[in-house]
């Protein structure tokens, strides 16, 4: 099979069942013996997704969400295996609904992703959409929270049906910390957006069970507890161990084929930053200081001029 298969075949399914033609296309990339054939494929597939989507997505919810372009998908993540299983299942439950239902049990569809910064909580929505073949809803909360008096209850309201109305895909609330915390019921004095987190609940409660419900936070413990009773499932994406690091940065250099140098070996013993985004960051900064055979590096996690 050609990259121009693909294409064809792709357009030949159009946008009628998403998820079972990309299972069957993974199955064909899977079957692919040539080596640089099937590299060729997998990058075709993966241009296959969530931009041509984004297209049949209705204006009047565009304004709601951003539109990402980030090209990652599960396989590019590093996850511990309990977590990549718990994905796993998600999507398995998610292509199962109908039989779940079928005996009164509910889809595993309202999902948090919690831990401190850097760790994939992004990427791995951004991965599930492509994965998935079904597009991601990424909630602007710019967009939804206003001033006037009852309107941010009404822009939850209408992300959520706009998107129930759709059908399909992963409705993303990022950072849902900066709107439901505890605070905002405690302190009792910001009626508007506390209103809207309780509007927000009972949507949650009413989810279309072909949409999923993917919240992401660092700070788990401020949220809101009837919120987080809601959910189905929790993971939490926790920091590398120090091996994890090593392994990733040989991992990262073996690819571009590019010898460990005194420099990459003394910055990994003294490696003091603890995220996947920061061994990413360590990485990229040695591989741009050997492209550009200069002696200067620049993490972008360090501040310049701040000692
Ligand atoms: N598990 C991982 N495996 C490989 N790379 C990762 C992983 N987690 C994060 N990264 C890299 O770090 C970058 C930042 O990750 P991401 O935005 O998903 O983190 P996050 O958990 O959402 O952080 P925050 O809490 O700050 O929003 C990603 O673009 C990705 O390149
Ligand atoms: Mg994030």
Redesign the pocket.
Known sequence: MKTVDIARFIRHIGARDFVSASSMLEDIIKKETNVNTRYALEQAYKTWGTPKQMDEVPNNIKRFIYNVNKNVVLN????ENNIRKAIDYIVDTFNKKDLLQSNGLEPVNKILFA?P????????ALALSKDMNIPLFKVNMAEVISGRLGETSKQIDNVFREVNNFGKGILFF??IDTFATKRTYDDGCDKEISGAVNKMLQEIDSINPNILFVC?T?VSDELDPALLRRFNMKLW?KNPTREQIEDYIMEYFDKRNVDLDAMILSGIENFKSK???DA?MYCEAHFRRIVLDSETIIYGNEWIGNE
Do not use: I, Q, R, Y
């Open positions: 590019d993540l590093k996850l831990g910064p850097g760790n994939g909580k992004t990427s791995v990022d950072e992401a660092n994406f995220s996947w985004s990413e």
